[in-house]
T-cell receptor, first 114, second 111 residues
Framework: DAEITQSPRHKITETGRQVTLACHQT?????MFWYRQDLGHGLRLIHY???????NKGEVSDGYSVSRSNTEDLPLTLESAASSQTSVYFC?????????????FGPGTRLTVL | QQPVQSPQAVILREGEDAVINCSSS?????VHWYRQKHGEAPVFLMI?????EQKGHEKISASFNEKKQQSSLYLTASQLSYSGTYFC????????????FGQGTTLQVKP
C-alpha cells in the first residue's frame, strides 16, 4: 500500500548541530509539505514543494531548508538547531489534481533540542 | 491570516451534538477539515469548496458559507471516538494546494 513515512520518529540533539528529518512518500504525489506543531499554534507551514527541483518558503521558514531531488522525498534540514525548534514535525503530500488536493500526513517526528 | 476556530475547547456527553466554526478574513477557495488524536497524525475528514456546498460523512457533516468566509463542522450524536483536536485548513483564492491551519478545537466526549 502507498504511504508516507518519516524518520526518525524521535530525535534529541544539541543546540548548534545540523539535523535532517526525512520524509518519503510512495503515492507519487507532486506536492509535499513540512509543518511544525506546537501547543496553541496548530500546524504551521515551514516549506513546501510542487515538484522536483521546486521549493518554496512557508510562514515559519527561518532556520530551515529543503531540497527536492526526486518525487518521493523531501528532507527537512535544520542548519543550526535552536531550542525554539523543539517541536513535532509533520510531513504531508498531495496529488496535484488541478481542482482540489487532499493532504495526507506522515506519523510525525518529535524533535528535542537541548 | 490564520483562520480562527471557535470554540477552542468543548466537552460533550455521548449522544450530544457539537458545532465547530472556522472563520477567515480572506476570500477562500476551499476549507479542509482534519481530526487529530493525541500523539497521532492529523487524519483527513472532508473538503468544502466555495459555493456553499454541504458534505456529510456518517454523522459528521460540514458547510461552507462563502459570503461569511466561514465553515462549520457538525458532529451529530457524538461518540467517544470523536474525541480529539479538530483543525480547519484554508486555501485562498484558487487551487494552490497550500493550506493555512487554524489553531484547533479540542473536543472531549465523555460517557
Amino acid at each position: 500500500d502507498a504511504e508516507i513515512t518519516q524518520s526518525p520518529r524521535h530525535k534529541i540533539t544539541e543546540t548548534g548541530r545540523q539535523v535532517t528529518l526525512a520524509c518519503h512518500q510512495t503515492w507519487n504525489h507532486n506536492n509535499m509539505f513540512w509543518y511544525r506543531q506546537d501547543l496553541g499554534h496548530g500546524l504551521r507551514l515551514i516549506h513546501y514543494s510542487y515538484g522536483v527541483q521546486d521549493t518554496n518558503k512557508g510562514e515559519v521558514s527561518d532556520g530551515y531548508s529543503v531540497s527536492r531531488s526526486n518525487t518521493e522525498d523531501l528532507p527537512l534540514t535544520l542548519e543550526s538547531a535552536a531550542s525554539s525548534q523543539t517541536s513535532v514535525y509533520f510531513c504531508a503530500s498531495s496529488e496535484s489534481s488541478g481542482v482540489v488536493d487532499t493532504q495526507y500526513f506522515g506519523p510525525g517526528t518529535r524533535l528535542t533540542v537541548l | 491570516q490564520q483562520p480562527v476556530q471557535s470554540p477552542q475547547a468543548v466537552i460533550l456527553r455521548e449522544g450530544e451534538d457539537a458545532v465547530i466554526n472556522c472563520s477567515s478574513s480572506k476570500a477562500l477557495y476551499s476549507v479542509h477539515w482534519y481530526r487529530q488524536k493525541h500523539g497521532e497524525a492529523p487524519v483527513f475528514l472532508m473538503i468544502l469548496l466555495k459555493g456553499g456546498e454541504q458534505k456529510g460523512h456518517e454523522k459528521i457533516s460540514a458547510s461552507f458559507n462563502e459570503k461569511k468566509q466561514q465553515s462549520s463542522l457538525y458532529l451529530t450524536a457524538s461518540q467517544l471516538s470523536y474525541s480529539g483536536t479538530y483543525f480547519c485548513g484554508t486555501e485562498k483564492a484558487s487551487n494552490t494546494g497550500k493550506l493555512i491551519f487554524g489553531q484547533g478545537t479540542t473536543l472531549q466526549v465523555k460517557p
